[in-house]
Structures are given as C-alpha cells and as structure tokens.
C-alpha cells in the first residue's frame, strides 16, 4: 500500500506510472511497444540517481523480478527524452510523439510546439529543415 502524505513533491509512485504503462503497452501493443523502443534514451547520458531510484521503486514495489533493469532503465531515458510536456490539463500530461522526437534531435532548436485543444501537435519551423524521409 502507498501513503501519500505530502503533495507538494514528487512522489516515487507517481514518477513511475508512465514507465508501467509504456512497460505494459508491451503486453498489449507490441508494435507500439517496438516504437517506442527504437526513439532515443540517452540513458547513458542522464542523471543516473534519478533513473535508479525510479527502477530500485517499480522493481521492490510492483516485483517487476520479470523485466530487466537496463529496460526500465531505457524506457525511463526515452520517457525523459522524448516526452513532451502538454499543458492541456491540470496537471499537464506528459505524451511521446513517434515522429517529433526526430524533428526536434537537435542540440540547437529547429522548430517549436505548440498544442490542438485534443491534445494534437502543431510543429513550426523555426529555420529551414531539409527534407526527411522516414520509412
């Protein structure tokens, strides 16, 4: 059982719903699964505190022994890199969008975002953008 107490911080639970959704998703919808593996995590790169204290969570509490570390620890990583805060709601929801994570792989900002009253995303460019194929 979890005790939330104080709300003015993160809570561990918290943190972890959209890694055990995306973790789930693999159960349900492999090739969205498959997907969302394939984007960028730079789990190498990032605050590695962070990611083990969110994997050490699911693993003691949701007794994930099933599902390997470097997973979670990915999936973590990708959900960081990847996720796009959109501020529809209160409090905002975080979502991945397959095809903006390559437009915006960029260390100098090419484009920006904005947000459909559905949830759907609006890309401008904010300089030329050569032309992608992606197949």
Do not use: W
């Not at 005790?3 to 993160?10: A, D, P, Q, R, V």
């Not at 994997?55 to 997973?71: A, H, M």
């Not at 994570?101 to 759907?120: R, V, Y």
């Amino acid at each position: 059982m979890v005790s939330i107490t104080e709300f003015g911080h993160l809570h561990p639970s918290y943190q972890c719903i959209t890694v055990i959704r995306a973790l789930a998703s693999k159960d349900v919808n492999l090739e969205s699964y498959k997907k969302l593996l394939s984007l960028e995590s730079h789990y190498d790169r990032i605050n590695s505190h962070e990611l083990s204290n969110t994997v050490r969570f699911i693993k003691r509490f949701f007794k994930t022994d099933d599902i390997l570390e470097e997973e979670m620890t990915k999936i973590v990583g990708i959900l960081q890199v990847n996720g796009h805060e959109v501020p529809l709601t209160d409090p905002p929801y975080v979502a991945v969008y397959e095809l903006t994570s390559l437009l915006e792989h960029n260390c100098k900002a090419n484009c920006s975002k904005s947000f459909t009253d559905t949830g759907g995303l609006i890309i401008h460019a904010a300089v030329p953008i050569a032309k992608v194929i992606v197949s």
